[in-house]
C-alpha cells in the first residue's frame, strides 16, 4: 500500500482546509484510517480514525472542529478541518492499520510523507 498525502497549506487561525489521502493498492475499503500530526520535537498525535464500516473517532482537541471520511470508491480519505488554531500547525500524516482502529501510531502499518499545515494568529 502506498499513500499519498495533500491539500497542506498556510490558513489564518479560524479558517478551513481539506486534507486528502490517497491509497493506491488493493481491498482498500477493508482497511482502518486515521490521521496523525507531528510538530517537531514531539510524539506523533492521534487525530482521527475511520474504521472499514465507516466509524469515526477523533482526539479531544479536534471534537467539533474536524470530520474524517472516506471515499472508498475512490481509495481516498479525507479530513476537514474547520475553525483552525494556531496549535494546529503541524505535519500531518495519514496511515492504514489493517486490524482496526486504534490510536497508537506503532500499530499502523503505512504511512504517507505528511503534509504540512500551518496556521497564522
Known amino acids: 500500500v502506498q499513500l499519498q498525502a495533500s491539500g497542506g497549506g498556510l490558513v489564518q487561525a479560524g479558517g478551513s482546509l481539506r486534507l486528502s489521502c490517497a491509497a493506491s493498492g488493493r481491498a482498500f475499503s477493508l482497511y482502518a484510517m486515521a490521521w496523525f500530526r507531528q510538530t517537531p520535537g514531539k510524539e506523533r498525535e492521534f487525530v482521527a480514525a475511520i474504521s472499514r464500516d465507516g466509524g469515526t473517532y477523533y482526539g479531544d482537541s479536534v471534537k467539533g472542529r474536524f470530520t474524517i471520511s472516506r471515499d472508498n470508491a475512490k481509495n481516498t480519505m479525507y479530513l476537514q478541518m474547520n475553525s483552525l488554531r494556531p496549535e494546529d500547525t503541524a505535519v500531518y500524516y495519514c496511515?492504514?492499520?489493517?486490524?482496526?482502529?486504534?490510536?497508537?501510531?506503532?500499530?499502523?502499518?503505512?504511512w504517507g510523507q505528511g503534509t504540512q499545515v500551518t496556521v497564522s494568529s
Open positions: 496511515a492504514v492499520d489493517y486490524l482496526g482502529v486504534t490510536t497508537r501510531p506503532t500499530s499502523y502499518d503505512y
